[in-house]
């Protein structure tokens, strides 16, 4: 009874991990086109964006169901309880990111600059970067990597790095081209928006040291802000 005990509790959070996958490539696919909808003004690809969420949200529904099965009926014990806490905590900021995609999705249509200005030049490559977040850090919670972990929580001072550099930019590029003001004002909200989704990354990274080894990040690494 104790094996398939035990058996049962480890398919169930393979199922369980097999879900925060699902969300996290959902997610980053989602953040991918939201940057390529606004640099192309695509906004069928927006729309697309924006109607995809639906399914993020229906995964993290399936994560909250699953868990509370298996605290309910496999009493998880050590190892495996906070394999469960950290999936239920995760799969809420997950979908938080893809929140994120779709509201820089929903600002396309307000945004039409006429020829190419740096602040929106360098919001493809701050994307970049909150992608592979996203992407290393679930990387490191599928292999419970408390250094990959910690590395994509180093990164997030350059997604801040970005932020500071577009908002500078465009403070500027607003008082010197008034008529840009309102476009310019959804591009700042777009990279707000990415510095919110290497926030939550860097959230993510904590949780899976956490699961990873049971300790707490009392403090983030120097640079860091708290979510």
């Given at each position: ?142 292999a419970r990597d408390k250094e990959l972990a910690i590395e994509v929580i180093r990164r997030d001072d350059q997604v801040d790095n970005f932020y500071d550099s577009i908002f500078r930019n465009l403070v500027a590029h ?54």
């Amino acid at each position: 009874m104790a094996n398939h005990t035990v058996t049962a509790v480890d398919s169930d959070i393979g199922r369980l991990r097999g879900l925060i996958s699902e969300m996290g490539g959902l997610a980053e696919d989602a953040i991918q086109k939201s940057i390529a909808s606004l640099m192309q003004h695509d906004l069928d690809l927006a729309r697309a964006v924006v109607a995809g969420d639906a399914r993020i949200d229906a995964l993290e529904a399936d994560v909250d169901r699953l868990a509370v099965r298996i605290i309910a009926l496999r009493a998880p014990m050590a190892d495996d309880l906070r394999d469960v806490i950290a999936a239920l905590k995760i799969a809420g900021v997950i979908e938080r990111i893809g929140d994120y995609a779709k509201n820089i999705a929903r600002r396309v249509d307000g945004m039409e600059f006429r020829g190419k200005i740096e602040p929106l030049i360098l919001v493809p490559a701050m994307a970049d970067i909150a992608r592979s977040m996203v992407h290393d850090v679930l990387d490191a919670y599928a292999a419970r990597d408390k250094e990959l972990a910690i590395e994509v929580i180093r990164r997030d001072d350059q997604v801040d790095n970005f932020y500071d550099s577009i908002f500078r930019n465009l403070v500027a590029h607003m008082m010197e081209n008034p008529a840009t003001i309102s476009s310019a004002a959804n591009l700042l909200f777009v990279a707000r928006n990415l510095e919110r989704i290497g926030d939550h990354a860097t959230n993510v990274a904590e949780m899976v040291h956490y699961a990873a080894t049971g300790d707490y990040l009392q403090d983030r690494l120097a640079g860091q802000k708290s979510a």
